[in-house]
Structure formats: C-alpha cells, structure tokens
C-alpha cells in the first residue's frame, strides 16, 4: 500500500526554518513544532488529549514490550530514512513474541539547527510506517541538544503488544529436528547503508528492507502457534541471531549453505568490500524455528505475503555440535559460524 | 591478501587528471582507476583491487580453463559418474 | 556474477577434487601464500575434503599479520595527533599495537577513517586543506600500484598535506627466506594470482630452480584453489619444479607494466622487518627520496618507539608454517578474535583467526 498523499504533504508553514534550542524549552515554539510537525501526523484519540500519559485499555493476559533507540548514519538512505526504521525497528522487535503491537512511545534528540524539512520527512515516513503496521503513537518526547551535541537526530521508539495466549516463543525452545525459515534474502539494509556512506565511491543500487514483519507473523500464527523461536536478524545479522538461538537452547545449527538468499547486487557489493552477508544487519526479514511438520505449511503461508516471499528452508537443529553453528559448503565440509567480532568494515584483504 | 573480483566497465570518465570508471559487479556499480589497465573498453571485464583496476580479464582464457573442466566432466560421464555441465557466461 | 559463480561450481569443484585423490600418492606439504587463498579454504572447507596426505600450511601473506610492531605504534601515534586525519583500509583497525589498536584512538578523540581506495584520502586531503591527511599504505606488491598513484597524484596536485604511512612487502623474497630456513617443510607454493597480477611471474623461475619447488599461480575461487593444489601436487609426484600459471584469465608472464613504472617511480626497495618473522632483506618498499615530502615518517617524528609483543605469541613459527594455530597455548584461551593478541588472530586472513572462525573442530 502506498501514501502518495501524505509524501507529497508539504512542510507547513513554521516561523523557523530549522530547529532551534528554543524548541525544545517547552514554550510557544515546542508548541508550534508539536501542533504543526508531530501531531498532524500521528494524530489518534489517545494522543489527541495531549497529557502526559497515556491511558490505554488492559485486555489482560502477557504483555510484550520492547525498546530501541535510533541512530543510523546516514538518516536517509535507499529504501528507507531513520523514521520508518525505528517504527519497523520496535514492531519487529514486539512481533518476533507473536504480539499484535499495538502502541508506540516516540522520543525524538534532535540537533540545533536540523532543517525542519528533515524532519518532517522522517515524520512523514514514520507516519508511512506506524499506519502500514497498524500501530498507534500515543506518547511522545522531543529534546534539542546544541549542535555537535548529536548528529542530525536520534529516535527511540518504546512500544508494547499483547501475547496471544497459546503462543510461547523463546530462544530456548529449539529442540532438535525443528526446520529454519529465513523470510527472504539477507544484507540488504546493512549494505544499502554501508554503500552510501561517504567514501565508499558506491553508486549503488542496493536498498534497505525496512519493513513492519507483524503482518507476516499474523500469517504465521494462523497456520500455527507452534513457533518454537523467532528473532529478526538486525545487527550482527542472521549468524548472530542463530548463535544466539544454538547458545539459549544448548543445541546445534546446521545451514544448507547454498540455500541462503541474497540479492544480486548486495551480493556484487559484499563481493567487492569483502564482507560476509550472514553477519549484516536485516531490517524487515526473519528467522523462525518451527517444528519440522508444520514447516511446509508455515513456508507457503509466508511466501504468500510480500515481506515472505522469498522465504526458505535454510538449515535444521540439531543435537550434534550444541552451541554451534554449523554451514555444509558446496565442497561437503561442514564449517563454523561464528559470532561477528565487532563493526563489519570494509576490506581490501 | 588483496581481495579483488572481477566486474564489467560501464562508463570511463576523467576524475582530477586521472582516467576513471565506473564498474558493474553484479548491480552494485563502484568506482574505479583505470590508469592501469589503458587497453580497457567499455564492457570488458576487469579485476578491481582497493579501487584500481588491475587486469582486464581475458575472456579467451577464462572459456579455455571451462572447456578444460568440461573435459572432466565429459570423462567423469564416460566412466559413469553423472555430472552436469556448468552453465557459461554468454 | 559472471566470472565468479562459475568458479564456484560445486559439482566441477568436486571433480577436481578427485582428480587430485587420483594424483596423491605419497605426503605433500604445500603452501599457499596468500592470505585470501587461506580464507578461501578455510570458508569453503577445502582443507577438510583435501586426501590426508597433502598438507595446506597458511603463508605469510596477509598485510595485517606482517606489518611489524614498530609501524602499528607509529600509526598509532600519529592518529593520536590532534592535527591529523588519518586514514586507513578497514583491515587494519583491530590490529593491536603495543598497547592499543587504532579503534581505540578513534574512541579517545583521533580522527580515523576508513577508506575502501587511496584516492579517498587524497580526496578527503582535498578537503581538508588545513589538516594533515596521513594514509596507512600497507600490502604486498597487489595494492602499491594504488597506493603509489595516490602518492604521484599528490604530487601532481601539490597537495602537501597528503602523507604515507608506508609498510609495504614484497612476496618473492619472503618466499625464499622461507625456503632457505633450515627448518623449512614447506615442498609447493601456490602463489598469489594477484600479486602475480601486477608483478608477472618471471622472479619465480629463479626460486623454482633453486629450491626445486613447483610453484602454481592460482586465483582465489574454490575451483582455482583446487585446480592450483592439482597442479603442484602433478608436479610433486613427477619431480618436476616449474612455474605455472593456472590463473591465465587474469595474470600475464609480464605482469601489469604501467603499475610497474610508476611503482619504480615512487617507492624504492627496502629491507622490511616482518611481525613474528624478522627483517627479511630487500622485502619491501619505502617513499622514494623523491617524494620524501609525502613520507609520513620523515614529516612526523614521534620519537622512540618501544614495542611489546605478547611472550605467549607464536604467530611468527605459525607464519612460517612451523606451527599450527592449535599449537599454541593461548589459541582460543587467552586469545581470541575479541581480545587477539598477535595479528594473526585479526585478519580474516590470519591463520589464527582463520581457525578460530571456521574450524574449531565440529564433534559431529
Ligand atoms: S593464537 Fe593468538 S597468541 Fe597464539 S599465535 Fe595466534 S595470534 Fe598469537
């Protein structure tokens, strides 16, 4: 589904044309920011009472929260900007317990002297995103810091949902047998960020797959609530994540290693700065551990949505090597996945 | 040591003096010097290192080491073993 | 991608790789040079699937293993300097000097940079004009075409706030010494295609002869690593020591002329101390005196440097393929890709870290 509309919303008219420390203090101007920047944009019945808190309604049962604070350079890049990252970034991260996220609190650090045209893009786009995902903003923070104090701007995004009550998904739950479903193809944000930043003499065409995941483990769910485990791969990427699973669990990983998706063009741009797709941040795909008989059923459920359609099988638990995780090259030889050590940087050796 | 792929020149153009161009690998299109390689032509394939094109690649060489490896093949058949022929780059 | 996948071709690779079963009859210890072609094995599991008898011993050939102590603190220092950008392949952040690693003076305020090609520190020199841009130029004979050109460019340009930091090597002289010691094991070489690349192959035929040691240019691709191991082990079984080129898609007898000359024209050879190794004569580059003003070490004194190499570190015996990675105490324990303690637990290329990462054994 697209926006045109709200894309193509211009910037509404301000007395400034970029973020002063003032419009942080809490007086006229923060009001004008909020009135004019925030609050068009983000508009629901809870936040439209401007308190300070939000009151929500309790269905009861398990509540799923999470955290997380956004601080990518650069702010826009191909495919994406910082905004719909951190709204994607917290749904993600509540959907991967098979949560329905419902509410969003965004916190915004923004530097002294931030075009306001930047920032209403990135509200724009965040709005984008909180409406594709069907979550709701209902509280939030703006700071200004001086400049050089933060770079352009830093958002958190808090958020919870509500756990289905049959569904139990744990990094400790692998048990041995169960199939591993990746959503579709690896590296893409991570390279689509790493091939714009300054310096690299990329043109590239790699983009960001930024994407809200809690339709696709809606779908999941209605095959089945067996979900052993699930975590979307952002950084440190797939291995990561699977080593962490192997770790939790005490129980071995074997990938089929030609199976493992990734795009043409972020495997060129891999290829030529020497960087391993498994270890690169994702932003909109995700790795699920499911019981071996209901895997073929919950691959083509999520082959029919558009953020799993290229979603395969690509490795099995184990009971061999527990702790390991373990990648059968083309030779035969069955190698070693290791956890990332640090920044992925380009190399020329 | 140095990691260098080979990818396709799609454009050659002047950078501060030096002759440049732009190198496709696979859709992600990089940067590169081409003072080294002054035979190149645009569409040839070229061994890119730290941002210097090294070699162009010569794709006579390239078909000769896929007809020897084909010629495997074709005895791994003769003796039984079922193998499949690698596809080629057009 | 084209010229890439088709050397990755599992089914050929397979065939080749009986083809070598075919050829082995007695032990073999070779040694492929190259850092990237250790990768290559390691990742594609070659050494596993290899007959037991031919043993792979991983070379030198890694820029971050052999650049010495005594550079690192040197880089170090400088990037410590508040006047100064300095600038660096991503390779070699991690690598630890004496005390510290260049990440850790980015951390302490330093303004490091990676770039992916030297022309990016001349143009951040550019940009810069009231800064010092100094550029870590390390590697072996592959990547000075590029790093003398960055040198010849700022010349041409009269940027005189573009400096190097120079630490290159060369291959072939490293490849003699180690034949030449007495503790040598080492019976084929494959040698490094891309140095091969710029630099031809005839300084080989002189080290065959002498040493009477196959030596096979290969590339780097799974078919390319086993193509040059069943080669030098044809070679081995029927006593013959020649140079062969099996990456002719690529290397030419005379190597790449232009980069030569201009090479010639900016560096000039040099003795070069080695980490773990030693000083090895006629190694290795320096800044030409004609471009003394682009030579980092001439334009920044930063005193006496003091190195300290960890005691519990045998990556120099590993470099020489003397010792395996798990041979030594600190493998894993003390040392690790975390907290390395010698280079060779940086690199992806390093031995050590090569092992840690794809070969700790699998108790399948
Ligand atoms: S394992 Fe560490 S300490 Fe031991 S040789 Fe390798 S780098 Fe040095």
């Known amino acids: 589904m697209d926006f045109p509309e709200a894309l193509s919303c211009p910037l509404p008219i301000l007395s400034h044309d970029t973020v002063q420390l003032a419009h942080g203090a809490g007086g006229k101007l923060s009001n004008e920011m909020i009135d004019k920047i925030f609050l068009p944009r983000f508009l629901n019945n809870t936040l439209e009472k401007m308190e300070d808190q939000a009151i929500l309604d309790n269905p009861g049962g398990r509540i799923a929260f999470s955290t997380d604070t956004f601080v990518v350079d650069p702010i826009f890049f191909p495919g994406g900007d910082i905004g719909d990252l951190a709204i994607n970034g917290t749904v993600n991260d509540i959907a991967m317990s098979g949560a329905e996220p419902k509410y969003l609190s965004v916190g915004f650090i923004l530097e002294e002297g931030l075009p306001f045209d930047t920032l209403h893009r990135i509200v724009l786009s965040m709005e984008k995103a909180a409406k594709l995902a069907g979550i709701q903003i209902v509280a939030g923070d703006t700071k200004v810091v001086n400049r050089g104090s933060c770079d352009k701007l830093f958002i958190n995004t808090s958020g919870f949902g509500f756990v289905p009550d049959n569904v139990h998904i744990s990094a400790s739950n692998l048990i041995a047998g169960d199939k591993i479903i990746l959503s579709g193809t690896l590296a893409d944000h991570g390279m689509a960020v790493m091939t714009t930043r300054e310096g690299l003499s990329f043109q590239s065409t790699v983009e960001s797959d930024t994407a809200g995941l809690n339709h696709l483990v809606k779908d999941m769910l209605n095959v089945s609530p067996e979900i052993h485990a699930m975590r979307d791969p952002t950084r440190g990427g797939l291995a990561t994540s699977l080593n962490e699973f192997a770790g939790s669990s005490n129980v071995g990983i074997q990938l089929y290693g030609d199976t493992i998706p990734v795009k043409e063009n972020v495997r060129g741009a891999c290829e030529i700065l020497g960087i391993d797709p498994l270890y690169v941040a994702n932003e909109g795909k995700l790795v699920a551990i499911v019981p071996e008989d209901i895997a073929d059923d919950m691959l083509a459920a999520m082959k029919n949505n558009t953020h799993g359609k290229d979603a395969v099988i690509i490795g099995e638990v184990t009971d061999k090597h527990p702790g390991v995780v373990a990648l059968k090259t083309g030779l035969g030889a069955n190698r070693i996945v290791d956890m990332p050590v640090g920044e992925q940087l380009p190399r020329i050796c | ?90 | 991608m084209k010229y890439l996948d088709e050397f990755r071709d599992p089914v050929i690779a397979k065939k080749i790789l009986n083809e070598i079963h075919a050829a082995t009859t007695q032990p073999w210890v070779i040694m492929e040079i190259c850092g990237g072609q250790t990768h290559s094995i390691i990742r594609n599991g070659i050494d596993q699937v290899l007959p037991d008898e031919i043993e792979l011993v991983h070379g030198p050939g890694c820029p971050v293993c052999v650049t010495p102590l005594e550079i690192i603190d040197r880089a170090i220092a400088i990037a410590s300097r508040p006047d100064v950008i300095f600038t660096s392949f991503g390779d070699m952040l991690r690598v630890p000097g004496s005390h510290k690693d260049l990440f850790m003076v980015r951390s302490e305020g330093g303004d490091v940079r990676t770039v992916f090609s030297p022309l990016e520190s001349l143009k951040i020199a550019r940009e810069n004009p009231e800064k010092e841009v100094v550029f870590f130029a390390v590697g072996f004979e592959t990547t000075a075409p590029g790093n003398a050109m960055a040198v010849a460019q700022a010349a041409k340009e009269g940027l005189s706030n573009f400096s190097e930091l120079v630490s290159h090597v060369l291959v072939p002289p490293a490849m003699e010494a180690l034949l030449s010691s007495p503790a040598n094991r080492v019976q084929g070489y494959l040698a490094a295609g891309h140095v091969c690349t710029v630099m031809g192959w005839d300084e080989y035929d002189p080290i065959a002869k002498k040493y009477q040691v196959p030596i096979v240019i290969t590339g780097f691709e799974p078919m390319d690593v086993l193509d040059g191991i069943l080669h030098t082990v044809k070679q081995l079984e029927a006593g013959t020591h020649e140079v062969e080129n099996r990456y002719a898609r690529i290397v030419e007898q005379g190597g790449n002329q232009p980069a030569q000359n201009l090479i010639k024209d900016v560096y000039e050879i040099a003795n070069r101390k080695w980490r773990g190794i030693g000083e090895i004569p006629v190694s290795g580059f320096k800044i030409h005196s004609k471009y003394a003003a682009f030579d980092a070490e001439l334009k920044f004194s930063v005193g006496d440097i003091h190195t300290e190499e960890p005691e519990a570190c045998i990556s120099g015996v590993i470099l020489q393929g003397l010792k395996k990675p798990h041979d030594c105490p600190a493998f894993g324990k003390e040392c690790t890709p975390q907290n390395p303690l010698g280079a060779t637990m940086v690199s992806s290329e390093g031995a050590c870290a090569a092992y840690y990462k794809y070969q700790r054994v699998l108790n399948d």
């Open chain 2, 1 to 90: 040591m140095c990691l260098a792929i080979p990818g396709k020149l799609l454009e050659i153009f002047d950078e501060n003096g030096l002759k440049m161009g732009n190198i496709d690998f696979a859709g992600s299109v990089s940067k590169a010097c081409l003072e080294y390689v002054p035979e190149i032509e645009i569409g040839h394939y070229t061994i890119v290192h730290a941002g210097f094109a090294l070699s162009v690649l010569n794709e006579e060489e390239a078909k000769n080491s896929f007809d020897a490896w084909d010629d495997l093949i074709d005895r791994a058949n003769a003796e039984g073993i079922e193998m499949e022929k690698l596809e080629r780059p057009d």
